[in-house]
């Protein structure tokens, strides 16, 4: 039972208590004539209106949410961060700049190797005019077949060499572009963890990028409920810190065992984050809607089960009186009963300590106005 119709039935037994009082409390009835009926008043909130609703049954699941793309970005070359650009909250692009890392040694071994791939250059392009020259001189019988198997040879290592080179200065330049630290995709930072000045090894975390424009619940479900869930299902559920709002989402996966402790499935339901409202790290509780329809419900509050078969007290031409209902599905999340026969959509039923009252009973249901002092 929810608080808000603990809170209707506290208030309901109260208003109830006090007009029956003041009701007893006048004159003592004549002995000579039947006493007239006692009109028994009751507030708003000791009533409840049969409505057609939407009514989902499915297994109830809950957990936390967690944007479905994270990045925890680490430091790839070692030295001192020089310069911090986005602090936590700051909305980036892919590619954009979070920091800079002292790049002075890294730039020497980037020249270093870019001079060493010239150097190769001209060495396997001298090698390979070698080797023209050499089989030029071998057609024409002008020099012996070793030489030219030298100059082959010569022309290998100088390719050889090249592609060192080649490797060495993308390696080095690797390392120079790894001082510029950069954000791998358009989202939120929501993490910084180094500031300028700090030494830094390879490794070193540095910040977190999160995409928000997709979040992921994860949650649980028990193994005997799981025929009930298929990839792809609509879930409907609350969130923390946003009291009042229903989000929709849709399972994307389920694990394909279960735990071995508390036999639950877990499962991950993907949900579209417009207007980036949602963050992560926020509970969440809702259902696997396996099946939802509109029909006719009420509070289970409005429902007697103390005899052999379920009852409610509707209110109807100013009179209480108790109908015989049949139930059928009970929706857990909210707290609803489906009625398959007995009472219409529109009717007017008690709930809560109203349930109490005798049947037959006349019956005013007061409004705010009805309490203030005529002028």
């Known amino acids: 039972m929810s608080r808000t119709f603990r809170a209707v039935a506290a208030t ?12 007893g409390g006048g004159a003592e009835a004549s002995t000579d004539a039947p006493a007239a009926p006692v009109t028994v008043q009751i507030g708003p909130e000791a009533i409840a209106i049969a409505s057609r609703t939407v009514l989902s049954t499915g297994p109830i699941l809950s957990g936390s949410l967690v944007a479905e793309r994270t990045a925890q970005i680490r430091a790839e070359v070692p030295g001192s961060v020089v310069q911090v650009f986005h602090d936590p909250g700051a909305r980036v692009a892919e590619g954009t700049s979070l920091a800079k890392i002292d790049d002075r040694a890294i730039n020497d071994a980037f020249l270093s190797a870019k001079s060493g791939l010239t150097a190769a250059q001209n060495g396997a392009d001298i090698a390979a005019r070698e080797l023209a ?8 019988g002008a ?3 070793r030489e030219v198997e030298n100059a082959r040879r010569g022309d290998l290592t100088a390719r050889t060499m ?7 200065l993308a390696a080095a330049q690797k390392q120079l572009d790894a001082t510029n630290v950069l954000a791998p995709y358009a989202g939120i930072v929501s993490e910084r963890m180094a500031n300028p000045g700090d030494i830094v ?28 869930v298929r990839v792809g299902a609509a879930v409907r559920f609350s969130v923390t810190g946003y009291p009042g709002r229903t989000f929709e989402g849709r399972v994307s996966s389920v694990n394909p065992s279960a735990d071995p402790q508390t036999r639950q499935v877990r499962l991950f339901v993907r949900i579209p984050n417009a207007g980036n409202q949602l963050v992560a790290g926020l509970f969440a509780e809702g259902r696997v809607a396996s099946d ?54 529109g009717d007017t039923l008690l709930v809560g300590p109203a349930l109490g009252i005798s049947p037959n009973t006349p019956l005013k249901v007061t409004t705010p106005s009805d309490s203030k002092p005529k002028q």
Request: include cysteine; glycine fraction near 6%; hydrophobic fraction near 45%.
């Open 201 to 228: 090894a390879p490794g070193s975390p540095l910040f977190t990028v999160v995409d928000p424009a997709t979040m992921r619940l994860e949650a649980a479900v028990p193994a005997e409920q799981l025929s009930q």
């Open 133 to 140: 020259r050499a089989e030029k001189l071998a057609a024409a």
């Open 292 to 345: 939802s329809r509109e029909t006719l419900t009420v509070p289970e509050l409005a429902i007697d089960m103390r005899g052999l078969a379920p009852v409610v007290l509707r209110l109807k031409n100013g009179q209480t009186e108790k109908v015989e209902v049949t139930l059928g599905v009970r929706d857990e999340q909210m707290e609803r009963y489906e009625i398959t026969a007995g009472i219409s959509a």
């Open 12 to 23: 309901a037994a109260g208003a109830l208590s006090l007009t029956l009082a003041a009701c």
């Open 162 to 168: 090249l592609d060192d080179a080649k490797a060495r």
């Open 143 to 145: 020099i012996a077949d």
